[in-house]
């Protein structure tokens, strides 16, 4: 891998350079400062990220490459090729932010009816004295899940239509993380409000963590991409809002807004690493899940939990939890119980090292049941 330094073509000779070696130009530098999430749907190259990571920690490339971007876009604005103007402003925002040691600002694309959706997200530092900031990366199972909302978000019961419902379609999203799967949610139902063909019905989605640091980078990530916790305006018909959730407490607990309703719709993504997450996470949904559609529902909406966890050799007991928890409770035990009502495997591709390896992921859709 040549360093951008080498590889990209002089400042001076930008405007005589063709579209094509402009357009592979920056896919160089998308692979560096803009890397995909381990063991994501999409195909990765047999490339030793080591490199990468070296190119990308490096302050004298980055600088060039921030320099080198600059110009393409401010001295050539004219340019016919927008599409290729486009692509280098939004590299130059993730470039301009990887200034923090450790920090990746990633720009994720799904493709969806209503066309491209692109997320900005900031992934920062593992802290080796908090085990809770692994929710400050983005992990491949949201990567996944959100891909596959916005392929095909009836799959996971969203509606798209439905304007005069008589209160928002309420969404939740637990362990959000750097908040990809709530975002992609909330801007699908952005751009269809936008795009005009359907009224989409309002949506509320809440994106909830227990992990200051956490917390504080869903926050950022929710701002970066144009939501705002205090964004009250009624005629807005999307709203996303992040707030604080502790497993282990909500089921004694009183619960405060936005907690203190129940959710049409709650997802999952890579959640549960610890023996007593499912446990917890069955706790919370007793609380949050309602048992049928709730009034003024828009269409007869089943609420579902939809969770997907990637089925690891090191988390074989930690994933098999889902298993035992949601798996039916015994005659007598009471009258409805929360259980498994299909179960999905999908393959991705993975590459460690250069090795090409395959990472399975279970996605469940879990819900009520009487017995």
Not at 237 to 265: G, I, Q, Y
Request: charged letters at 25%; proline letters at 6%.
């Amino acid at each position: 891998m040549l360093p951008p330094t080498t590889r990209l073509p002089s400042i001076k000779a930008i405007a005589s350079t063709p579209s094509d070696e402009l357009r592979e130009s920056i896919e160089s530098i998308r692979k560096i400062f803009n890397p995909p999430v381990r063991a994501s749907r999409r195909r990765r190259a047999a490339q030793d990220e080591t490199d990468f990571e070296a190119l990308r920690s490096d302050p004298f490339e980055r600088t060039y490459v921030i320099t080198w971007l600059t110009a393409l876009v401010s001295r050539y604005s004219e340019y016919v090729d927008e599409r290729l103007l486009a692509d280098a402003s939004a590299l130059l925002a993730i470039c301009a932010g990887t200034a923090c040691a450790g920090v990746i600002t990633r720009l994720l694309s799904f493709q969806s009816a209503c066309g491209q959706l692109s997320i900005q997200l900031r992934d920062v530092p593992l802290d080796n004295h908090d085990y809770g900031s692994v929710g400050a990366q983005t992990w491949g199972g949201a990567c996944v899940m959100a891909e596959m909302i916005a392929e095909e978000p009836g799959r996971f019961g969203l509606p798209v239509e439905g304007g005069d419902g008589s209160r928002p379609f309420r969404i939740l999203e637990l362990g959000a993380g750097t908040g990809l799967v709530s975002l992609t949610i909330a801007e699908l139902y952005r751009r269809m409000a936008e795009e005009g063909r359907v009224t989409p019905p309002v949506v509320e989605v809440v994106a909830t963590d227990f992990y200051p640091t956490v917390l504080d980078n869903l926050a950022a990530n929710i701002a970066n991409n144009g939501f705002h916790d205090d964004d009250d305006n009624a005629n807005s018909r999307v709203r996303l809002r992040h707030c604080a959730l502790d497993w282990s407490t909500f089921a004694s607990s009183v619960p405060s807004p936005p907690l203190d309703e129940p959710f049409d719709m709650i997802f999952g993504a890579d959640i549960v690493y610890e023996e007593k997450h499912a446990v917890w996470i069955k706790e919370c949904l007793a609380k949050l899940l309602p048992r049928g559609p709730l009034p003024g529902a828009i269409a007869p909406t089943t609420p579902f939990f939809h969770l997907i966890i990637p089925l690891r050799a090191t988390h074989t007991f930690e994933s098999g939890t889902i298993e035992t928890v949601f798996g039916g409770g015994e005659e007598g035990d009471s009258e409805e119980d929360l259980v498994i009502h299909s179960r999905e495997m999908i393959t991705c591709e993975e590459t460690e090292c250069g090795k090409e390896e395959e990472v399975v992921y279970a996605l469940y859709r879990i819900g009520w049941v009487r017995l």
